[in-house]
Each structure stands twice: as C-alpha cells, then as structure tokens.
C-alpha cells in the first residue's frame, strides 16, 4: 500500500479539524436535549407521552433503517447526506419553540411530539451517515483518537452550555423559559452544517449488493453477508441487550428527578453538567487504557461501570449523591461511547459500510421503540426506582453477555 501523498495528508488534517468544529456545532445544539422530557413532564404529560419522545425514532427508524443504508450505499459520497440530515434533526428544536411561543398551552405537548416525530426521518439518515463517515475519515487505527476528541470538545462545549442554562433559565417563567432556550441553542445546528460539509471523502463505487433486484434476492444477499461475518452478528446482538438496558432508563430518569426527588430545572442541569464533565475524563483516560490494556479490557470495564448509575441513583433522593452517581456515570459512558462505535467497525467489512451499519441500527431501533415503553410501564407497576433496578438488571445481563469472547 502506497504511502499518503502531501495533499491526502492535508485533506485528512482539515477532515479531523471540520469534524470537531462540527462538534462544537452539535454539542450546542444538543444542550437541550436533557431538558426536552423534562419540559413534557412540566407540562403535564404522562408516562406515556414522555416514553413515546424516546421510543418515536426507533419506530421509524426499524420500519426505514435497512432501505436508507442501501439508499445510500449507493451514494458515491455520503458526506452532504450526513450535514443536511443534522441540520434538520437540529431545527427542530427551533420549531419546538416557535410553536411554544405560538400556540396555547394544552396544544404544546401535542406539537411537540409531532415536531420530534417528524426529526425521526433525518435521524433515522443521520445515525447511518454519522458512522459511515466518522469512520471513513478516522481510519481503522483512529477510531479512538477522532471520537475522543470529537467527543471531549462535544462535552467540553456541552459543560459550558449546560452550566450558562441553569443560571439562567430560573430567570424567565414557564415554558417561555424553555422556547427561548430552545430557539437559541438550535443556532449551533448551522455551524455544524457548514463544517460537516466540506468534509472531503473519496468517491466510493457501490457494491454488488446495492445492485437493484427482487425482495427476495435483496434477503439472500443480506443473510449471505451475515453468515460471512459472525463477529458482527455476535457483537451486533449483545450491544443489543446492552443498549435495550440503556434506553429503557431514559424516560425513567426525568421522571424520577421531578417526582420523586423533586429536583430543579438548576438541579436537573447541574446533574447533566457533571454526568459530562466527568466524561470529559473519561474520553482521554480510555484510549490510553485501550493502548495498555486493550479493547476487551475496556468494554468489560465500562459495561459493568455503567450498571451502578440506575441502581445507586434508585436507591437515594439525596440530590448531592446523585450527582455523584451521574458523575461516575460519566466516566464509563465515555469509555462505552468509544469502545461500543470501535468494536462494531471492527465487525463491519469496509465496502459494505451503510449496509452493515443500517443492519446494526435496526437493531437498537428495536430496543428504542419497546424499551422505553416497558420502562414506563413497569414505572407504573413497580414505581420509578423500580423501573430504575430492572434496568440495572438488565445492564447486568448485557455484561455477562460480553464477558463470552466475541467470535472472529
């Protein structure tokens, strides 16, 4: 293999510089994202209503994941796919508070979901172009190094973000508090798509697969794939149980925070703050350990890591021992965050990217439309720290799971 020339090795340096600017875009815009079931639940919205804003891209996405992968398998460059869908996932935080401002208040948990409902079709584009492309411009060897540090300046910039709203969303009343934030915090979205597009990726020549043929051939063809890649279908599986255990606890936490500790909205972002300041730590700490110790090592250490944050925070009302538990939380989720995107490309063959990675997607859409609605559920049936002890549980299963060596 060829050595890179002068202008790859400039092109690769302005990709890694566009994608952690686009970072500082997304995390802006994502500073929100905490506060959005929390602002259901203010207004009144049931169990329900707070799981459907959890479970709503997983619906979409299971029903269009498979055929937008092979869509844009067939695409020569993904890159303007994956800036064009951020942008739209991000303005609907825009909307959310246009709407807030415009119409009476009984209507807003309504259109709201309908916003959100709407962003689960460019989400559903975006979680397959975000890997496609993230892993096109990191290479097999800098995986670790691109998202770590995408990540820490995500985080760095969503510390920052988050601190500035708690002091300051106390200041207006309800929900004019919340439109604001929302209109404002949605302007990160056009900085993200600026950088985002000039990511220069190679022109890619589809594969055989994405070659136009009957429902039927197009299975063949995909069971074919799987059966060539049993490290994929062993690793793809597991993640699964692990991620159902992780998104079966989203609705479940706003609610418990409100509810039964009866935290602030101040409070509430101080939580979110140190969950992702820590994680901060985190993002530089695991590929040095990764370095030392290996991949293995890491996604056993942050599986069961991650099994003590619903368990501990289920078991006290104490503010302050919370956000020490979201804090601990934090670590592990940087390390699970990397080790979770490098071991599932590690499984994945290069020239079938999208496919593989809209297979994998499928997946934890799977988990995104039931898991959050079980939680709620068994909220109702066993109470909100209950619901928070079965996912623990189920985090438990995950990491047994993966203590069984992956197959090669």
Same mark, same amino acid.
């Given at each position: 293999m060829n050595p890179p020339t002068d202008d790859e090795i400039q092109i690769q340096k302005r990709n890694f510089r566009n994608v952690q600017i686009d970072g500082v875009g997304v995390s802006i815009s994502n500073v929100a994202s905490p506060f959005l079931p929390v602002f259901l639940t203010r207004l009144g919205a049931s169990n329900f209503q707070v799981g459907l804003l959890s479970s709503m891209p997983g619906v979409t996405g299971l029903l269009l994941a498979i055929f937008v992968g092979r869509f844009?398998?067939?695409?020569?460059?993904?890159?303007?796919?994956?800036?064009?869908?951020?942008?739209?996932?991000?303005?609907?935080? =825009? %909307?959310?508070?246009?709407? *807030?401002?415009?119409?009476?208040?009984?209507?807003?948990?309504?259109?709201? $979901?309908? @916003?959100?409902?709407?962003?689960?079709?460019?989400?559903?584009?975006?979680?397959?172009?975000?890997?496609?492309?993230?892993?096109?411009?990191?290479?097999?060897?800098?995986?670790?190094?691109?998202?770590?540090?995408?990540?820490?300046?995500?985080?760095?910039?969503?510390?920052?973000?988050?601190?500035?709203?708690?002091r300051l969303i106390d200041l207006l009343s309800f929900p004019l508090n919340y439109a604001i934030m929302f209109l404002v915090l949605s302007l990160g979205g056009f900085l993200s798509f600026y950088f985002s597009n000039q990511i220069q990726l190679p022109d890619q020549a589809p594969p055989p697969l994405s070659q136009t043929g009957s429902p039927r051939e197009s299975l063949?063809?995909?069971?074919?794939?799987?059966?060539?890649?049993? =490290? %994929?279908?062993?690793?793809? *599986?597991?993640?699964?149980?692990?991620?159902?255990?992780?998104?079966?606890? $989203?609705? @479940?936490?706003?609610?418990?925070?409100?509810?039964?500790?009866?935290?602030?909205?101040?409070?509430?972002?101080?939580?979110?703050?140190?969950?992702t300041l820590v994680m901060l730590v985190g993002y530089f700490l695991w590929p040095r350990v990764s370095k030392s110790r290996g991949g293995r090592f890491v996604l056993l250490a942050t599986t069961f890591g991650m099994i003590l944050h619903p368990a501990l925070s289920a078991a006290t009302t104490r503010i302050d021992l919370i956000i020490l538990y979201a804090g601990i939380a934090g670590l592990f989720q940087g390390g699970l965050d990397l080790v979770f995107f490098d071991e599932l490309m590690k499984t994945v063959p290069a020239e079938y990217s999208a496919t593989f990675v809209s297979l994998a997607q499928s997946m934890q859409y799977v988990s995104m439309i039931f898991a959050p609605l079980i939680g709620t559920w068994?909220?109702?049936?066993?109470?909100?720290?209950?619901?928070l002890w079965f996912s623990a549980g189920l985090r438990l299963i995950g990491f047994l799971l993966f203590l069984k060596k992956e197959v090669r």
């Open positions: 844009l398998q067939t695409r020569k460059n993904i890159v303007p796919w994956y800036s064009r869908s951020r942008l739209m996932v991000i303005l609907c935080f =825009a %909307f959310t508070g246009i709407l *807030t401002l415009l119409l009476p208040g009984e209507y807003v948990i309504i259109s709201t $979901l309908a @916003i959100w409902a709407f962003a689960t079709l460019p989400q559903t584009a975006l979680a397959v172009a975000f890997s496609v492309v993230m892993n096109a411009v990191a290479g097999p060897e800098g995986r670790y190094a691109l998202l770590s540090r995408r990540w820490a300046i995500f985080g760095l910039t969503g510390v920052i973000g988050t601190f500035i709203v708690t063949r063809n995909y069971l074919s794939l799987l059966r060539k890649n049993p =490290a %994929f279908v062993s690793f793809a *599986t597991k993640r699964f149980v692990y991620f159902s255990a992780l998104v079966l606890s $989203l609705p @479940i936490m706003p609610l418990y925070l409100v509810r039964d500790v009866q935290a602030t909205d101040s409070q509430i972002g101080t939580i979110n703050m140190a969950m068994l909220a109702g049936v066993i109470g909100l720290s209950g619901a």
